[in-house]
């Protein structure tokens, strides 16, 4: 363990500019939403632009929800991602063959609600775990992220993995700082933390958000899978 801090990963990216700022403020990955219920669906279009500009400066994520292989296969080329995140229910064959195809590097993220979540993120040999709040409203079967809520941190103690964590989930300028020392991930992942609206990143809450990262110097694992 090497003294470092988190990487961070924008996600709920729809526009160009607030995927700029996010590299300026030193991202490491923007993420981009290909899921048509989630109100931060980015539309093909505004993600070439945002690919276009920004593909050599930071990794471009495609998240997608029980998407096809077609589908994510097309998109990866199409955009020129370097990450696809399956945010869905797709099963451990499945996240190898979309790293098959594709030959990007796969996130596959799960909603933590217990232990048995915790223990589940065992059987996904991919090139990162995201940890994402399981949402407890109602009426919300087809959030999948970006719900602003937290979950227990403590749980994540029971994870016995090498595989890089990236840790989401209600994270925002104000709770970020104790989020890291608690799990010292490899990275963290805010969309709802630092928005305006739905899609609509804040300037002054991105801003916040880096500098409360940067000021975190925690021993965390430095070495992606």
Not at 38 to 62: K, N
Request: charged share 20%.
């Amino acid at each position: 363990m090497t003294p470092a801090t988190p990487r961070v990963k924008i996600c709920g990216l729809t526009r160009l500019e607030d995927a700029e700022l996010a590299v300026e403020l030193g991202a490491w990955a923007l993420g981009m939403v290909f899921y048509e219920p989630s109100p931060r669906r980015c539309s093909i279009e505004q993600a070439a632009r945002i690919s276009a500009d920004l593909r050599r400066r930071a990794q471009l994520c495609g998240v997608f929800v029980n998407a096809s292989l077609e589908e994510i296969e097309h998109h990866t080329d199409e955009l020129g991602l370097a990450l696809v995140q399956l945010h869905g229910d797709e099963g451990p064959a499945f996240c190898s063959e979309v790293a098959r195809r594709t030959g990007v590097q796969v996130i596959k993220a799960v909603q933590i609600a217990g232990s048995g979540d915790v223990q589940d993120l065992a059987r996904f040999h991919v090139d990162y775990h995201l940890v994402d709040a399981r949402s407890s409203a109602e009426g919300t079967i087809s959030m999948r992220g970006g719900t602003g809520e937290t979950f227990d941190w403590g749980l994540l103690s029971q994870r016995r993995s090498s595989v890089p964590l990236i840790l989401s989930g209600g994270l925002h300028p104000d709770n970020i700082v104790a989020a890291i020392e608690a799990v010292r991930p490899f990275a963290v992942d805010t969309a709802s933390g630092t928005e305006a609206a739905p899609g609509r990143k804040d300037p002054e809450l991105l801003a916040a958000f880096f500098a409360a990262v940067r000021g975190t110097q925690l021993p965390v694992s430095v070495d992606a899978a």
